[in-house]
């Protein structure tokens, strides 16, 4: 446990401030699912008394569907990537780190508002099972699924900086993205493995000079336009 801890601080150091606020947001997004999601309400009648009006409600687990499980997925996803990019995991994902952050939290929030459109029923047949012997009428949201959508947001906004700020990965594994070198194990990556992370400038390309064209010969008979001084006859 002693040993466990400073892995643990220094791992956490190694993330940008990007990464540790789509942590935060991720680890909240798992623990709204427990939030109320969905709101249900019907009437019982029974022989000889007045219909009673019945609500229930529901969080993410209670009501699962595709939706559901692919929030659940979007927010582990993002867990383990932060969760790899902490132990200095090198591997390159299309777009970069801010892309995929981007994207996760884009998708959490438009499966979000599909929802809105599309609301599980709330009979036998439906995704939420009704409590009883009732007919449960009909199915609303409840606040904890708009906690989920900002929570989305802030998922998007983290890769949105991320992006901006052009966070370099790690080159190799092991290899710590804040220094300007390149640490780490030379052999965890194929291909070139480059020796410095600080970018070099371009080298100017270099004009050939040209050569000298020779002058031609004066052709025979030429007139001469240049004066020559002659020797003038003696009287």
């Known amino acids: 446990m002693s040993t466990a801890a400073p892995r643990v601080r ?9 990464q540790k606020l789509a942590i935060a947001a991720s680890i909240g997004l798992l623990l709204s699912m427990l939030l109320p999601w969905y709101q249900q309400s019907g009437y ?16 993410a687990f209670q009501s699962w569907g595709f939706i559901e499980a692919s929030i659940l997925l979007v927010a582990l996803g993002v867990l383990v990537l932060c969760a790899a990019r902490a132990d200095r995991r090198a591997f390159h994902l299309p777009g970069g780190d801010g892309i995929v952050l981007m994207a996760a939290g884009g998708w959490v929030m438009f499966l979000i508002f599909y929802r809105q ?41 983290a890769g949105w900086r991320m992006q901006s700020h052009h966070r370099p990965e790690p080159l190799l ?3 710590n ?7 780490g194990d030379p052999t ?14 371009p080298t100017p390309a270099v004009r050939p000079r040209a050569k000298p064209q020779p002058t031609p010969p004066p052709l025979q008979g030429q007139l001469s336009f240049e004066e020559t001084d002659t020797p003038k006859a003696s009287d």
């Open 177 to 183: 993205p804040h220094t300007p070198t390149v640490e």
């Open 44 to 59: 019982v009648t029974r022989p000889g008394q007045p219909p009673t009006e019945l609500s229930a409600s529901l969080n």
């Open 173 to 175: 594994d092991g290899d």
């Open 188 to 201: 965890s990556v194929a291909g070139t493995v480059p020796l410095d992370r600080t970018p070099t400038p």
């Open 117 to 157: 459109l599309d609301r599980p029923t709330g009979n036998d047949s439906g995704v939420l099972r009704p409590l009883g012997s009732p007919s449960w009428g009909t199915v609303g949201v409840d606040w904890g699924i708009f906690v989920a959508f900002l929570l989305g947001a802030v998922i998007v906004y």
């Open 10 to 18: 220094g791992a956490w150091e190694t993330l940008y401030s990007e």
